[in-house]
């Protein structure tokens, strides 16, 4: 008796369940839209010639949505007011101009009137905003290439990857990278001055891509300062050398204004001002065969 009794509880259990898988239906239908633009939820289900009744409700918050019966739609709520459209030839819902508020699980639920059976199917509905304006960004750079790349969008809410030279780029030591989410941080790169690093940006409806060569935002010259240090002198000497070259015009204008006004000849003593231009000349000569 027992058994019988355990049996016939299983029973009611499978049909029960049956029951709840009948009326929610499998996992929801995953539909992703775009902030602004339209969106269909449409059933899978055949459309049946026996269907009397369909009604539309979003589950969170729960609230009936439109409700189209022999032939004729109803719209209830008004957040919804003027946005949405029950198309009673395929029963899909079509909401426009969608908000980011509009995310949420919504229902179909079918009815035949002769059987009094019912249908139900399930869409979670994902709003992401269109991403556009990818740029990077250089902070940091110092020593042999040691940076950090920023990524960032004028619109939209992306996930982002790092690619180089068309490789997808993760947190690897060896590569002399650390990837976080929409930076990149660059060690050391000297060896890949060749490289060119892109971002991605990219949401399930929309991606933008922005990119930058290394060689144009690093200072890879390893020689070190000492090789630099001739370039400064010689730029110091080129300095001097145009300094001298003016002080010796201004000296020979003045001696020639000097000797006309009094009529003294060039081979008089020469004043103090003479003895100055003397040194000058002198350290200009130094400096122009590199001895100090």
Known sequence: MWKCLERVLCLNCAFAFAIILARTGASPVIVNGALGYSVSLSPLTSVSQGIDEVVWRRLSPRMKLARCSQGSVQYFNTNYTNRITLHYRNFSLEIHDLRKEDAAEYEVITATGNTG?????????????????????VQGIFGICNLTLICT??????????????????????????????????????????????????????????????????????????????????????????????????????????????????SADPLPNSSICAEFQATRSSAATGSF
Not at 225 to 252: Q, Y
Request: proline share 2%; glycine share 8%.
């Open 153 to 266: 969008v004028t619109s939209g809410d992306p996930t982002f990857t790092w690619w180089r030279n068309g490789e997808a780029l993760v947190n690897d030591s060896t590569q002399h990278i650390r990837v976080l989410g929409n930076m990149l941080e660059v060690h050391h790169a000297a060896e890949v001055k060749y490289a060119v690093y892109k971002c991605e940006a990219s949401n399930p409806i929309s991606k933008a891509t922005a990119e930058i060569k290394l060689r144009d935002v690093c200072k890879l010259d390893t020689s070190g300062v000492g090789d630099n240090f001739p370039k400064s002198i010689s730029a110091l000497i080129a300095i001097i050398n145009i300094v001298g070259v003016i002080v010796g015009f201004i000296c020979s204008l003045y001696f020639t204004l000097r000797g006309s006004a009094t009529g003294e000849s060039r």
């Open 117 to 137: 059976n019912e249908h139900s199917e399930l869409f979670q509905l994902k709003v992401y905003g269109l991403v556009s304006g990818a740029h990077i960004t």
